[in-house]
């Protein structure tokens, strides 16, 4: 039986130093068949995501401590997977000012009302960030078209 040639792969030192952190190790041993771009990937990209939620969490701070008012909008199609975008955004911020708002089909009683105005009470206060999940503007498209509202 003849022996295959393995091409093996060349990291540098940085790439090496990345992949012997606890998160490179996570990554680099997280499927059986080790994929060494896939886990450097992972690995740079979940490094890069804590420094943003370090930025996200002084920006809450900053909010709070100057009474400020932040609206997040998320929009996308459905199954986009904006909801586990915002779970993972929020994971690591104070639950106690921000809030998370999808709002359902309209009720009857908002049907009859301006479509804006079921978002005007879920405004952020002093203090707080809220994320929607959608927003008035693809209500102003998504609610025509699936009957939720009249012309006039």
């Not at 771009?37 to 920006?59: C, G, H, S, V, W």
């Not at 009683?109 to 927003?135: A, H, I, T």
Request: charged share 25%; hydrophobic share 40%.
């Amino acid at each position: 039986m003849p022996r295959t040639k393995v091409a093996i792969p060349t990291l540098t030192e940085e790439e090496i130093a990345l992949l012997n952190t606890p998160i490179g190790m996570k990554y680099l041993f997280a499927e059986k068949k080790v994929n060494l771009q896939k886990a450097l990937r992972y690995t740079r990209n979940e490094i890069k995501f804590k420094e943003l939620q370090a930025q996200l969490i002084d920006l809450q701070n900053w909010v709070i401590d100057r009474n400020k008012k932040v609206v997040v909008l998320f929009e996308g199609r459905d199954a986009a997977g904006k909801g586990g975008a915002i779970r993972r955004i929020t994971a690591h911020i104070n639950p106690r000012n921000y809030r998370i708002v999808a709002l359902p089909k309209p009720t009857v009683e908002e049907q009859g009302q301006w479509y804006f105005q079921r978002y005007v009470n879920q405004l952020p206060k002093p203090g707080e960030m809220v994320f929607f999940d959608r927003s008035w503007y693809n209500r102003a498209v998504v609610e025509p078209v699936n009957g939720f509202c009249t012309k006039s």
